[in-house]
């Protein structure tokens, strides 16, 4: 229905995609570089690449995006 339907920009209707195919831990925003786990985010006003920090597990990386994922995009967040 149109009525459930909220106004959003092309950059807030693209939080929602799922995590990429090509995606080795299956953990949006973590990656694995030098046997670390990286926590990133792309920000769609600044057009770049944010890195959160780096982190032991996959699991810190993983709250550290979704912590900072929900600061930034509020009502339009969407953690995996």
Known sequence: RL????????PQNAYNAPTP????????GVGKKYNRY????????LKKTIELGRFDSASEAKR???????????????PD
């Open 38 to 45: 990286l926590a990133r985010l792309w920000d769609a006003d």
């Open 64 to 78: 550290c995006f979704d912590d900072e994922i929900q600061k930034r995009r509020g009502q339009f967040a969407y």
């Open 21 to 28: 195919s090509r995606n080795r831990l299956g953990l949006k």
């Open 3 to 10: 009525c459930n339907l909220r106004e959003a920009t092309r």
